[in-house]
């Protein structure tokens, strides 16, 4: 009885240090399962996928992973793969020799050669390309990989932890992932469930945020009353921890430290749809600045909703044009030409009511310039990939 004891408090003040350390915070048994898990696994080698959707924490276990593995003191490099412009991932990967490519003035080490003896961190790997998995897969197998420009095979001494808000599975199906890399990469699986699964987490989440946060901006703050907690734990919370954070630390700052009940909470809780729409609040900046923040986020939503509204015209005015059905077809085929442009007299000449990508081109442009050209800060504010973000840079040919 006394041995059981003794370990169930060994076992109680490890996983308090493991919030402590980590920031992966809570007392449910979803959160203590992913705790002995990363005990379990850390101190190996074996590859870790871990599996969760946007905001639940996926680089902060990656982290704590490395944290206590026998890696500890050589480098962890952190990739996010969905923000890397496809042209160019193969390079960033694994590097590039002189002369490789147009611009590749000189060689190049790539995240594997510069994590040597490491752990690297591929984040979103269901947006890499077919191209480089092939490569992933040979580190992997081999420990071995070629610069981009060259044929002398190099050796790397990495350990790999791969995060998907994907189903890998279905991406397999798709023909989108390659199967072989998927078998090698869930040899350890961790599943980070949603917020929405874990309600008895929120009252130690949000304790901690406002702690940390008034903390770090030196604001004294009320707190939170039941009836606020409670109102939390009822949200469905889209964007998990990400959004939870984000909101605490808004309301802690819009509100001036007063104490926030249900009232208060649900003046930024209007609806479940709405989410993180005004989220974050920026701190330390011109009024003005901050309400051109959420006139840009405005102008994102609405870009959407004209969208939306085009394509409601077009079939208002434009009536799909019938197309033959094939022989044997248990339905007619639809389709609509000319929808690039909206008509307001079919008989008229073209005279267009809106020019979407000239409203996203304009968008992109500022949003950059408002960020000095970060892609990243850019990319978040606006709610795309970076991949993405290059992408239409090149289309519009912005000078960023």
Request: hydrophobic share 35%; charged share 30%.
């Amino acid at each position: 009885m006394e041995l059981n004891n003794q370990i169930n408090k060994d076992h109680e003040k490890r996983f308090l240090n493991f919030q402590k350390e980590s920031g992966i915070y809570g007392t449910s048994e979803a959160i203590q399962q992913i705790f002995d898990t990363i005990e379990q696994v850390a101190p190996s080698d074996i590859s870790v996928l871990i599996n969760g959707e946007s905001g639940t924490g996926k680089e902060l276990v990656a982290k704590e992973i490395h944290r206590r593995s026998r890696r500890a003191n050589n480098p962890l490099i952190i990739v996010n793969c969905g923000a890397i412009p496809e042209g160019i991932i193969e390079s960033e990967l694994f590097g590039h020799e002189k002369g490789a490519f147009t611009g590749a003035v000189g060689v190049r080490k790539g995240f594997f050669e510069t994590a040597d003896r490491g752990t690297i961190f591929l984040d979103e790997i269901g947006e890499m390309p077919l191209s480089a998995q092939v490569k992933i897969l040979r580190i992997l197998e081999g420990k071995e990989f070629t610069r981009v420009g060259s044929s002398v095979a190099k050796r790397t001494n990495v350990r790999v932890i791969a995060a998907t808000n994907k189903s890998l599975e279905q991406e397999v199906q798709n023909g989108n992932f390659r199967q072989d890399l998927f078998f090698r990469l869930r040899a350890i699986t961790i599943e980070l469930p949603p917020l929405r699964s874990r309600k008895e987490d929120i009252p130690l989440l949000v304790d901690k945020f406002s702690q940390n946060y008034c903390k770090d901006n030196r604001i004294n703050f009320a707190g939170f009353d039941e009836t606020a907690i409670t109102g939390m734990q009822n949200y469905p919370w889209a964007g998990n921890i990400r959004e939870l954070k984000n909101l605490v630390e808004s309301m802690i700052i819009l509100e001036k430290g007063r104490k926030i009940d249900e009232q208060v909470l649900a003046k930024y809780l209007n609806t479940f749809d709405q989410g993180t729409r005004n989220l974050p609040i920026p701190v330390n900046r011109p009024t003005d600045q901050v309400e051109r923040e959420f006139i840009y986020r405005a102008l994102i939503d609405l870009k959407n909703e004209i969208s939306q509204l085009r394509e409601l015209i077009l079939t208002r005015v434009f009536p799909p044009k019938r197309l033959k059905s094939w022989e044997g077809a248990d339905a007619t085929v639809f389709s609509h030409e000319d929808a690039h442009v909206v008509y307001d007299d079919v008989s008229a000449e073209a005279k267009p009511i809106v020019s979407i990508p000239g409203m996203e081109k304009k968008l992109i442009e500022e949003t950059l310039s408002r960020f000095s050209g970060n892609k990243r800060k850019a990319a978040l504010s606006l709610k795309i990939s970076e991949r993405t973000l290059y992408r239409k840079i090149k289309e519009y040919k912005l000078p960023f």
